[in-house]
């Protein structure tokens, strides 16, 4: 949490309280914000649960959040989007994010130029009119983003608009081509009146915006890029007009207004192609977006009936016919059909449905008709969870950024006094004011930082766009930049390397029945959504067996389960559980040893009433089609690799053994993954964990990056930084690889547009480029760096060795 000092001139601040109990709570709580520093009256209610702050002198938010979460309760926060417009570089950016972070009552505020997006974290019960006025104050303007539309819809299309960049060009064209005619040896000039004419449309009426916005910026007390091109091109026609009347004798004065109207015919051009491709770099969220359909057919027993989306509720049984949408998620209670999931999944084959599955909203049914009862509607719904990820992860700020922003926040300053030290230097140098002031306007003109606020936000919305295309959901801008610097990578073992789908291959009993075995195992684990267990149940099934229902059933986390049957108390678990229960097995053990070095996982089911171990059950689990593939690609990408689980070691040393597995650490309990992370984090390795079941959940969180199969637990995808949305073990490696090529982007971008300005802006000052070529060179900073990171949208995951996917 940020701590924030706010200046309050005899205004009240509004800030949400959580827990209050009864009024004498809120009684407790206004008695001590009365006491803070700098508040001159604190009124809390207990019915709307907020407290109303009055003051006139310096109010520390930290201190009166850190009051009144010690007195036991909690201040909510909130987040909003606003879309800006107006922005036109860095500048701005940093600009609109340090009056933002000013408003009282907020705790952050994160600008995206690329996205013109600004993401912000409150205390509950600001008013969003606050933070709108703070931006237009700035000389911006801001507006709400509402759910479900881009937030750069309106501002992309404005920007996108072609015909002031037609008309610029159609008036500048006449004032461009005598200069081409001095190529060839020809000296022919416009009359000086002609010049004007056209000049004059291009600088005040094309080129008001550059006017407006700078005396915003200047009336904000900042600089941006408009500032810099409404100060060079108007030095540029101001001395053209100047020389055109000052007498001559009839001499034909060479003027300037070429320069003036080029230039900002450029900035237009280049302003435009950089907003169509800028809208490229969102086609990740529209055609994500697109996926949801408007409408759906609901089964009721009046028949079926079209209903707007918004109107279905959770139970409605939706009909899906042939080559149609899914348009809810839910299970599927009547059809069989294949629906293509590509765009939620990358898989690129049908998949194949019956009832009992469940479905995603965005899906297409390929060929069968299906009843889908609906379980999740609206911002719940899977498709809505992957646009919010999307969204997260393209309007955050990458680490990186922030040196950027420390740059951008000096640079325009910088750039008007190196422009000003240039036409004092070659004045005095000279005395011919005339080539000072062309200097000092292409150094003006040629220094932009648009190219350098752009660097890195359109690569990481490039890259987290064709990664979420394929399958790979990235949660947030952090976890895009740390995947590519990952050492090592630890998996998971059941439902990650294997298919999570075991079976019973083996039933010792200790000299009882084995059918009797297996149905008291099926009794402790009815109600059991475990895979072993569902194993267990099928087994049961297959052999007609009808387990009862244990009582007083007690999990046993990373060990097993405990319970009672018919009076008597049994455990079912590893052989820790039994080693910790003081069980003999050693009439099993050479059985289970045997077992264990198949690759078989071992379950010993005990008698607490008879003090003895019944017998054992063996289980086999298939390693996922790619898992050796994969483990040799990372080997190849200079990725160590470890495979930690609480399986047995005889299991687990088997599995680790045929993939090739590095390191193998076995019979790990779920509470101890989390420290196995931090020890090879110690070791001096950056650690990836790839989990997907709620035990993996503290290891996802303690590793340097999470990676969560798609397939397992949502608590799992919470706690990762990447989720995979289908169970395809290539995407392991298609992460880092997606993550290095993202990063490497970045950093080209920011080499270029730094380039861009470190040569340009000297050559420019040494008198070696006139404005119209600085012009040029500025718009085709902006738009090389963004074309630069639209190339990633040809990036495919990694190919595995096909001898070794299968």
Known sequence: MSSSTVTLPRQALSIGIEGMTCSSCAARVEKLLGRLPGISRATVSFSTESALLESDSVVDLATVRQAIEKAGFHVPEENRVLAITGMTCS?????????????????????????????????????????IEAVRKAGYDAALQTEGSPATAASVRQGAEWWPVAVAATLSLPLVIPMLTDLFGAHWMLPGWVQLLLATPVQFWLGLRFYRAGWKALRAG?????????????????????????PTGGEMPHLYFEASAVVITLVLLGKWLEARAKRQTTEAIRALQALRPAVARIRTGDGDREIAIDAVRVGDVVVVKPGERVAVDGQIVEGCSHLDESMLTGESLPVPKQPGDRVSGGAINADGLLLVQT?????????????????????AKAPIQRLVDRVSAVFVPVVMLIALLTFGGWWAYGGDVETAIINAVAVLVIACPCALGLATPTALMAGTGVAARHGILVKDAEALEVAHKVTAIVFDKTGTLTEGKPQVVALESGGGDAQCLLSLAASLQLSSEHPLARAVGKAAQDAGLSPTSARFVQALPGR????????????????????????MMDHLADTAKHLEAEGRTVSWLASE???????????????KPGALANIDCLKQMGIRTALITGDSRGAAHGVATELGIDQCLAEVLPADKAAE????????????????????????????????????????????????MRGDLALVASTIDISRRTYAKMRQNLFWACVYNVVGIPLAAAGLLNPVIAGAAMAFSSVSVVSNALLLRRWRPVKLDKRKAT
């Open 677 to 724: 992370i931090e020890t090879l984090k110690r070791e001096g390795y950056v650690v990836a964990m790839v989990g997907d079941g709620i035990n993996d959940a503290p290891a996802l969180a303690a590793a340097d990056i999470g990676i969560a199969m798609g397939t397992g637990t949502d608590v799992a995808m919470h706690a990762a930084g990447v989720t995979l």
């Open 609 to 623: 009433g008879a003090q003895a171990v019944l017998g054992l059950i063996a289980f086999g689990d298939r390693l």
């Open 91 to 131: 500048s701005c950016a940093a600009r609109v994010e340090k009056v933002l972070a000013g408003v009282p009552g907020v705790v952050s505020a994160v600008v995206n130029l690329a996205t013109e997006q600004a993401h912000v974290t409150l205390t509950r019960g600001v008013p969003t009119s606050a933070l």
């Open 375 to 395: 379980t999740a509607i609206g911002t719940e719904t899977t498709l809505a969870r992957i646009i919010r990820l999307v969204e997260s992860a393209q309007s």
């Open 222 to 246: 900042s600089g941006n890029m408009d500032l810099l091109v409404a100060l060079g091109t108007t030095a540029a026609y101001g001395l053209s007009v100047y020389l055109l009347a000052k």
């Open 560 to 583: 097993g389960l405990a319970g009672e049957i018919d009076g008597t108390h049994y455990v079912l678990g590893n052989a820790r559980l039994m080693q910790e229960r003081g069980f």
